[in-house]
């Protein structure tokens, strides 16, 4: 390997349950984080995604959610899509469709979940 070559930084997933979010690390840094609010029985409202500011704009949104949504599955859960980001990562892909609750399926596209951001208290 030449010097301006590296090694990809090794990612992992952690769940902190007590702040309701799941975790990526990169190379033992935390790089971003995704709230989700867990619901009965096994449905999971994926709320909002952030990234440290120095880790933007490197893909960390997008491996988190894949990630995440892996997670999800492995559980045998669904999810409900309350996060812009969410909502449009899933409209490019139909990888995830079967994840998606078909009572509470959430937002299928970002500009209807950042219209209803802006409508709530706070948002």
């Not at 769940?15 to 790089?31: I, K, N, P, T, W």
């Not at 971003?32 to 990234?51: F, I």
């Not at 120095?54 to 999810?79: C, P």
Request: net charge negative; aromatic share 8%.
């Amino acid at each position: 390997m030449s010097g301006e070559e590296q090694a990809p930084a090794t990612e992992e997933l952690s769940e902190s349950a007590d702040r309701g979010r799941f975790e990526l690390h990169r190379g033992g840094d935390l790089v971003g984080w995704l709230y989700y609010t867990h619901l009965k029985p096994n449905r999971y409202a994926l709320v909002h995604t952030e990234v440290e500011p120095n880790h933007q704009h490197q893909g960390v949104a997008g491996a988190m959610v894949r990630r995440v949504l892996d997670e999800i599955r492995a559980r045998e859960g669904t999810i409900t899509v309350i996060c812009p980001f969410v909502a449009d990562y899933l409209s490019r892909t139909t990888a995830y469709a079967d994840l998606i609750d078909a009572r509470h399926p959430g937002y299928s596209d970002r500009a209807s979940a950042e219209a209803a951001a802006r409508a709530r208290p706070g948002g």
